[in-house]
Structures are given as C-alpha cells and as structure tokens.
C-alpha cells in the first residue's frame, strides 16, 4: 500500500521520509532499466535506500578517512592501498596479512552500497579510530557533516574510456544491463551510468579539492599505476602518517605495492572463488590495465568521448 501521496512526494524533503516512505519516495524517481535519477546523478536503484539512508544519518568524525570513488576506476586496488597503509603498523607479517584471506570490499566497508543499505542507521561503534569507509556517492550529495567536519576524503579517478569500458564488462557480467554494448555507450555519453554523469562525479570533487587540498586528495588511476611508491608517499603524507625512513629503507612502501597489485591480489584464492555480499571477487578484477579501451572502442566512439571530455574539462585543469 502507498504510504506517500504522489502530489505531496514532490514537495517532501527526502530527510522528512520515514523509512516506510522510502519505498514510495524512490518509486517516483525518473527510471531507466536499473537506475534512478535522484537530483542529477543515476543511482542503481537496488542503492538508492543506502544513499537516503547515508545521507540521512551518517555523522562524520574528524578523524574518519573517506575513499570515494565512481564505480570502476580502480576502488578495490585503491581500498586495499589504504587499508594496508592505515593497518601497517598491526600487520608487519606480510605472510598473515587480512588482505590475504579477505576482499578489500570487506575490509572497507561501502557506507552507501552496504552498510546503510542493509539498515537505516548502522551500527558504526565498532569501527576502530580512524575509521576508514568508501562510498560512491558524489562531493555535492555527501551529508553535511561530511562536509562541514575535518575528515579527510581521497577521491580516485580513471580515463573516462578505460572507465566505460571496465563498466560495461561488469555490468554484463553481474547481469545489471539488459542494453547492448552501444547503448550502454550511447547512454554513458549522456550521462546515465552508475553515479553518473561521469564528469559531474569526478568535477564534484576535483573543484572542491582545488580549494581543499588538506582535506581532498584526489588521484588518478593511471598515476597511481604508473608510479605506485610515489603515490603511496603521498598517500601516507597526506593521511598523516608518512613512512619513517626506517619504513622506507626495510621496503615497506615496495612491499605494501606490490601486495595490492593487480597480479598479486587477483591470484588470492579469496579473490578467484570467493564472494562478497553475494557477488563474485573475480568480477572485480578483469584486466587492471591503462589503455584496454583501443580493444573495444570504435575510432567514432573513441573521439565522441574526447569531445564530451574535453568540452565538460575545459578550463578545470583536469587532464585523461
Ligand atoms: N590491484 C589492482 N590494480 C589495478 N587495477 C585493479 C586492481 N584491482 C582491480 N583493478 C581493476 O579496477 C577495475 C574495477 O574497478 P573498481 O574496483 O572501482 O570496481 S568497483 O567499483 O569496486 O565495482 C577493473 O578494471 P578493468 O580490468 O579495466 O575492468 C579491475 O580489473
């Protein structure tokens, strides 16, 4: 039975709604196939109770460690990056490391998909200090204790093709697309994909950053690929805990590396046959390369997803 007048829906504020209207409140959103438009970005829909939910309740500490990402542009590498830079100190045996016998989506939690998805308001006492929790929402719908707190956010991005890429294999392969391969692009090129507009989500947090550099890092997958030891620095400065030079000289920065490369982390048996919150950790490591997209993408495409990026980045400073 509704439990929301259509007519009343339209002037509700979303924090108004009570978790029996959310049923209701999400129904009337504009759709297409899996997603929901929720003011100006796509959710999938099956979502969109976590991201009310989050933006309802979450209360930021100072000291929490945001990882925010759009989906596919490297969160897995980048969660498993920041738990072993943040835990390095407790887990100095590589041998018995947690990432060895757990998926990074595990060990940092998704806020929006996962925690308050699955319940209202969960329980995040006992959540040790910092606590580290990813989401994929965008700067501008974070709740506003996130904004208006110290904590620190690290945003990472990719090459808008390598991303769409990456996407379509995974939606096909978890079976959240019925579109073909052109439509799903066409449909990118507009702006409906998963969180997206793409270039809204990475601009909300690029155009922040500029004016928030202490509090907002954000990183490319490509750099980090490119010079992984370099960022994992600059990570560890920036959360506030740099390597000592006795970390450095024993390898630590080469070590932690090389334990969540793409190679080594996808050869984990927890990560060949294991499950997360009932989807396959083998789908969230395909190729992990730069540049697969010349394997996919037609010339045509190619050079209409250059346009759009170059006229949405014009000016920003961004660069793919
Ligand atoms: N360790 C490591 N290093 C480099 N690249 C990696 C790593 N782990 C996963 N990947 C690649 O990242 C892509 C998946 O993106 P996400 O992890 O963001 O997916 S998700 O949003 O969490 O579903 C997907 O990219 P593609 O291979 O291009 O599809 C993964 O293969």
Wanted: with cysteine; proline share 6%; net charge neutral.
């Amino acid at each position: 039975m509704s439990t929301l007048d259509p007519s009343f829906s339209q002037h509700l504020q979303e924090d108004e709604l009570t978790p029996d209207q959310y049923g209701d409140f999400i129904s009337s959103l504009p759709t297409t196939g899996f997603l929901s438009q929720y003011r100006g970005f796509w959710f999938p829909t099956k979502f969109m109770q976590g991201v009310l939910s989050l933006r309802k309740h979450f209360q930021a500490h100072d000291t929490d460690i945001l990882m925010m990402t759009p989906p596919k542009v490297g969160t897995t590498w980048l969660k498993a990056i920041l738990f072993a830079i943040l835990n390095r100190k407790h887990h100095l045996d590589l041998q018995k490391h947690p990432l060895l016998t757990n998926n990074p989506h595990i060990l940092v939690p998704y806020l929006d998909l996962h925690l308050y998805n699955k319940k209202e308001v969960p329980d995040l006492t006992t959540y040790p200090s910092p606590r580290l929790f990813s989401a994929h929402l965008p700067y501008t719908l974070l709740p506003t204790s996130v904004k208006n707190s110290k904590c620190k956010i690290v945003y990472l991005y990719r090459n808008p093709k390598d991303t769409f890429v990456s996407l379509w294999h995974f939606l096909e392969k978890i079976g959240m697309t019925t579109d073909s391969f052109e439509e799903t692009f066409d449909k990118f090129c507009q702006g409906v994909s998963n969180f997206g507009p793409y270039w809204d989500h990475v601009l909300s947090y690029w155009n922040e950053s500029l004016e928030k550099s202490q509090r907002i890092l954000c990183l490319r997958y490509e750099e980090l690929k490119e010079q992984p030891t370099t960022h994992l620095k600059r990570i560890a400065e920036f959360l506030g805990c740099p390597f000592s030079s006795e970390e450095e000289t024993k390898g630590m920065i080469n070590d932690i590396s090389r334990l969540c490369s793409f190679d080594y982390l996808s050869k984990l048996e927890v990560n060949k046959s294991g499950t997360t919150h009932n989807m396959k950790n083998e789908s969230l490591f395909r190729r992990g390369e730069v540049g697969d997209w010349v394997n996919y993408l037609t010339p045509q495409m190619s050079e209409k997803l250059d346009n759009i990026f170059k006229e949405k980045f014009h000016g920003t400073g961004l660069k793919f």
